[in-house]
């Protein structure tokens, strides 16, 4: 069983610049999130995916948005970085059933200068 | 909104439990989580109780749940130099993403 992994794992933009992180589902799992995770933060929820549609939202801007594909890989792409948004982000895949546990991957490190 | 709280650091000697605190706001959370992380590392599940549940055990590890005081405590038995790491409580909302709210983590230090 392959677990959650997420692609690249450090990346480094200026201001005004646009990223696409990108998350691979655990297998069998059709729920991903994404949390934002600031530097000695805990992380933030920031949106999260269900079979391919939006499923709920954080208070993040909408220059934060998603997709997520038929294999229930995921897309987190933010538009006009901001020196704020460096951080780890981390993509969580769950099942959906009553517990929802979630399964976290190792996270991509964007640095924003 | 939700708000969950925990102390910064904590500080155990090998071999010593370690109880690592924390409190919650939203008094309709189901389930709440208790995740590792590591320097440079995603977040590894531990465990989780159910909000039924007052107490979960699982091998060195026991999670304690007072609903009423909206506390959660982790008591790891016989701490050892690999649990230093930085741990984060979580409680599951009721929306409909079932979102985690996340403390701002407890960074657990073992002594030689």
């Known amino acids: 069983e392959t677990g959650v992994t997420q692609s690249p794992t450090h990346l480094i933009k200026t201001r005004g610049q646009q990223v696409t992180l990108r998350c691979s589902s655990q297998s069998g799992h059709n729920t991903v999130s994404w949390y934002q995770q600031a530097l000695g933060q805990g992380p933030q929820f920031i949106f999260q995916y269900y079979r391919e549609e939006e499923n709920g939202r954080g208070n993040f801007p909408p220059r934060f948005s998603g997709l997520q594909f038929p294999n229930y890989s995921s897309e987190l792409n933010v538009n006009a970085l901001e020196l704020d948004d460096s951080a780890l982000y981390l993509c969580?895949?769950?099942?959906?059933?009553?517990?929802?546990?979630?399964?976290f991957g190792p996270g991509t490190r964007l640095t924003v200068l | 909104g939700e708000d969950v709280e925990q102390s910064l650091f904590l500080s155990v000697r090998e071999g010593d439990s370690s109880v690592i605190n924390c409190t919650y706001t939203?008094?309709?959370?189901?389930?709440l989580y208790w995740y590792k992380q590591e320097p440079g590392a995603g977040l590894q599940l531990l465990t989780y109780i159910f909000s039924n549940m007052d107490m979960k055990q699982d091998q060195r590890l026991t999670v304690l749940l007072n609903k009423k005081d909206k506390h959660l405590s982790l008591r790891i038995a016989d701490t050892q130099t690999g649990d230093s790491a930085i741990y984060f409580c979580?409680?599951?909302?009721?929306?409909?993403?079932?979102?985690?709210?996340f403390g701002s983590g407890t960074q657990l230090t073992v002594l030689p």
């Open positions: 979580a409680d599951r909302t009721s929306g409909s993403a079932r979102q985690l709210t």
């Open positions: 939203d008094s309709s959370s189901t389930y």
């Open positions: 969580a895949s769950s099942s959906g059933g009553t517990n929802n546990e979630q399964f």
